[in-house]
């Protein structure tokens, strides 16, 4: 019998609905009292194939056959800061990327560099969100369990090692 949380590597293994310790999921310090609620995606790769046929077909089926579950993720106080600013200032960018772009065009006159500001600060604010805005990454949901990357090792050492998170294995 599977315990609700386990790992597999370096991946993390949750039953649904279940709560996970109060250890900060990037170094296995103390939780801090605030928990992330995030809510995570995953989709069946072959669907972004149809994209080949029909746009319209790959924005139907991806609405309609995808997995949700929503897990309340445990940070310490830096963590959990470090992810709200990064969040914050990626926002920020892309809320800015508009008028600093009008800005430049009217102060400066030169349409080369206002194109630079523009593909600068949205590629900036994109990669903020992206890469520090994501406390786990999602590897595979299914209706019992999600899969998940990203927590760090000493985390995971607390849980029992599982053989596979493949869905067709028990």
């Excluded at 349409?111 to 590629?123: D, R």
């Excluded at 299914?142 to 899969?147: Q, S």
Aim: glycine share 8%; proline share 5%.
């Amino acid at each position: 019998m599977n315990p609700d949380i386990c790992r597999d590597g370096e991946v993390l293994v949750v039953r649904r609905n279940i709560q996970l310790p109060d250890l900060c999921v990037k170094c296995a310090g103390p939780a801090h009292r605030k928990r992330l609620r995030k809510g995570f995606y995953w989709r069946p790769r072959e669907f972004y194939l149809l994209g080949f046929y029909s746009w319209l077909g790959v924005l139907v089926m991806l609405t309609v056959a995808r997995e949700r579950m929503v897990l309340r993720i445990p940070l310490c106080r830096g963590h959990y800061w470090r992810y709200r600013f990064a969040r914050l200032f990626g926002r920020v960018l892309l809320l800015a990327t508009f008028p600093a772009t009008v800005a430049w065009g009217v102060l400066t006159e030169d349409l080369v560099g206002m194109w630079a500001v523009f593909f600068s600060m949205l590629v900036i604010g994109m990669s903020v969100l992206i890469l520090f805005g994501r406390p786990l990454r999602t590897l595979f949901i299914n209706t019992a369990y999600g899969c998940f990357i990203g927590a760090a090792d000493e985390f995971l050492l607390h849980f029992p090692e599982r053989r596979s998170h493949n869905p067709n294995s028990g």
